[in-house]
């Protein structure tokens, strides 16, 4: 975030980057410059300062894209903290019908979306001095080069590209800026920061140089089928960590604290900044990080049951998915307790017959949350396992998200040590399951305790049923 301070006599608002990295990336002169790495370094707000040096000029125009629409306008995002900083130096905003500030001398900044590939048409034969892309991994390849195309400027100002992202080791960002980052450790290398290389692109495939000489006999035929070598763009890399983002430390120093709690691969990457971690067997579970326990503590406030549902039985040679379901209560000093797991390869009716059962044995005050598949199908097939279970307060919700993202939740707590396990038979089949998620080839246990442990810390409340997937039925 910026430094604003009061001139004492002036009682001006001076407004200018932190020294490090932050003034490190306002102050490149590459033409790609990618600012990347923790969660919290300041980098929405070196975004929106770029600009700033150009608004003089009334031919100037710059572009700021996030992925989708809603992105832009979040609480603290890029529109949201552009009012903090535009009106300072007089700008005007407007709201429809789209997002955009203009400056005293007639200079502009808009605020777009790309939300699917084809959104890029819409800029079709537009000259942007400036693009801006915040979040630059949420973006596609054709979606970026598409707009790299449309960098062209007549205005007096060098086309240029500004970026920020947080590191995703799937990402096509993360080959792009791969000889910026330590490919054994995922880490920025310290001494390469903010350091120039160019590229030329032929195809799809890039070609890089430490020098625009090394790239001087690439070629491409100009608008008279004559050859002429092709000009080269260079790139740099500044990593961003929370501790260069002073000022934010200072406003809200339980920040780091929030970024400590998150599961282990998401803070690996949102506070360590490493490009390389991915979700992997061990990362997101493992039992020591839980406390077997004799019996259920006295504390318990509340119980759910979550299924993940298959119909197919095993039989000699096959592998299939099994279904299974996980009990978790919360305890009222804010722990969890994971009582009871099943799993079994069953026929459909042979899965009715499980839930039916399982409901009972646990008892009325156990609430069931089960997946709604997309689709009618998947509409009456829950529409019926909640009429089978009347008396039973039961939901069936779609999923949301991938499967890591649903899991991590849970997985947080248990690596905190907010997890206790109830001693039985089942736990070394859970324990196994949970451990080898994301990589075992199945992930039924896993998905069964992810919905059994969100829809337990979400909200509840019974409804009358639509198609009998909410709520609680009566007789």
């Not at 449309?150 to 000889?179: H, K, L, Q």
């Amino acid at each position: 975030m910026a430094g604003d301070e009061k001139g004492a006599a002036a009682a001006q608002t001076v407004i200018r980057p932190q020294e490090g990295p932050q003034t490190q990336f306002l102050g490149s002169s590459a033409d790609i410059a990618i600012y990347g790495g923790s969660a919290g370094g300041g980098k929405t707000w070196a975004l929106l300062m770029e600009p700033l040096r150009h608004i003089a000029n009334p031919q100037f125009g710059a572009v700021f894209f996030r992925r989708t629409l809603v992105q832009v306008r979040n609480e603290g995002g890029l529109w949201d903290e552009s009012e903090k900083l535009y009106p300072c130096l007089n700008a005007k905003p407007r709201v429809a019908p789209d997002l955009s500030w203009t400056f005293p001398s007639g200079s502009s900044v808009s605020f777009a979306h790309l939300e699917h590939d084809k959104t890029v048409s819409n800029w079709q034969g537009s000259q942007i001095p400036l693009i801006c892309f915040d979040e630059l991994t949420h973006f596609t390849q054709k979606q970026f080069w598409y707009l790299l195309s449309r960098n062209r400027s007549m205005c007096g100002v060098r086309p240029y590209v500004r970026a920020t992202c947080n590191p995703d080791a799937d990402s096509w960002v993360a080959e792009f800026i791969s000889w910026w980052i330590n490919q054994e450790t995922g880490l920025p290398i310290p001494e390469r920061a903010g350091k120039l290389r160019w590229f030329v692109r032929i195809g799809d495939k890039i070609i890089w140089g430490d020098t625009p000489a090394d790239l001087a006999d690439y070629t491409a035929p100009d608008e008279n089928g004559e050859q002429k070598p092709i000009e080269p763009k260079s790139v740099t890399f500044v990593p961003a960590k929370l501790t260069d983002n002073k000022a934010l430390m200072a406003a809200d120093p339980g920040y780091l604290a929030n970024l400590m709690a998150l599961p282990t691969v998401e803070r690996e990457r949102l506070l360590g900044g490493n490009w390389k971690i991915r979700p992997a067997a061990g990362l997101l579970f493992r039992r020591g990080w839980c406390q077997v326990v004799d019996a259920v503590p006295a504390n318990v406030v509340r119980w759910m049951r979550g299924w993940d549902l298959a119909s197919t039985p095993k039989v000699e040679g096959t592998d299939p998915d099994a279904t299974s379901g996980t009990k978790i209560g919360k305890l009222a000093d804010g722990r969890y307790i994971v009582a009871h797991s099943t799993s079994d390869w069953l026929s459909p009716n042979g899965v009715e017959t499980l839930i039916k059962n399982t409901a009972a044995a646990d008892g009325k005050e156990v609430h069931i949350s089960l997946p709604q598949d997309p689709g009618q199908a998947g509409k009456s097939q829950v529409a019926s396992l909640v009429k089978m279970l009347s008396g039973y307060t039961a939901r069936a919700t779609p999923e949301s998200g991938d499967k890591v993202t649903r899991f991590s939740p849970f997985s947080a707590q248990a690596e905190a040590g907010n997890v206790l396990v109830l001693r039985g038979p089942w736990n070394e089949s859970w324990f196994t399951s949970l451990e080898g998620f994301p990589e075992a080839k199945h992930d039924d246990d896993a998905d069964s305790t992810s919905r059994a442990f969100n829809a337990l810390i979400t909200s509840f409340e019974p409804a009358a049923p639509l198609f009998g997937t909410y709520g609680r039925q009566s007789r």
